[in-house]
């Protein structure tokens, strides 16, 4: 079955460190997307990668980091320099050649203790 | 600014009763509208989607109405369900194109 698999669903963070969340797709799909889901705010975009190697800063990519060395992951690091790093971050992709907007992973829950 | 906005953050309806969920956007070049359900802990699944040469698209108990003069669509569902209870995003932006803009999200209750 082709999808989105974004792990771990849990994460639990201590003040201070990185910690690198997984995206990983089997739908042949170009381009991938990190979004951040705050309460009231609904979805803003962190990052995206519309080719390997290359990818562009969102609306709140400060205190984010991303790589896309393959088609199939776009992991997102969340470091240490990110000032309020607790909400519930979605991974996505796209094919551009077909108009169904994106599909989703089913998200992770990044919580800083 | 919000690019899209939904007003309205929840809404509760009877089942069996119509729901409307709006959505306004501010820029008059979008030309491709989503609408997305997503439930807790979930990811958000592709609903039904209006090019903006159309003014309705229906799909099953869904449609999407989209006034482009007033910038304004609405997402109608009927018959409402209780399993429709989930928050609802429009996005906005191009056709073909990718970096669609998110609204807020519209939570759902449909009570039985």
């Known amino acids: 079955d082709g999808g989105i698999t974004q792990s771990p669903k849990y994460l639990f963070r201590k003040e201070g460190q990185n910690v690198t969340l997984s995206c990983e797709q089997n739908l042949n799909h170009d381009a991938m997307y990190w979004y951040r889901q705050d309460p009231g705010q609904g979805l803003r975009l962190i990052y995206y990668s519309q080719i390997v190697n290359d990818f562009q800063k969102g609306d709140i990519a400060e205190g984010y980091s991303v790589s896309r060395e393959k088609k199939e992951s776009f992991p997102l690091t969340v470091t240490s320099a990110q000032k309020n790093p607790t909400a519930f971050y979605l991974c996505a992709s796209s094919l551009r050649t077909d108009n169904y907007g994106y599909t989703f992973g089913s998200g992770t829950r990044l919580t800083v203790v | 600014d919000q690019q899209v906005k939904q007003n309205s953050p929840s809404l509760s309806v009877q089942e069996g009763r119509i729901s409307i969920l709006n959505c306004d956007y501010t820029n008059s070049m979008f030309d491709y509208f989503l609408w997305y359900k997503k439930y807790p802990a979930e990811g958000p699944t592709f609903l039904i989607s209006?090019?903006?040469?159309?003014d309705k698209n229906e799909d099953g108990r869904f449609t999407v109405f989209l006034n482009k003069s007033a910038k304004h669509l609405s997402l109608h569902i009927v018959p409402s369900q209780p399993g429709d209870s989930a928050v609802y995003f429009c996005?906005?932006?191009?056709?073909?194109?990718?970096?669609?803009?998110f609204g807020p999200g519209t939570r759902l209750s449909v009570l039985p």
């Open positions: 996005a906005a932006g191009f056709n073909y194109g990718q970096n669609f803009v």
């Open positions: 209006i090019s903006s040469i159309k």
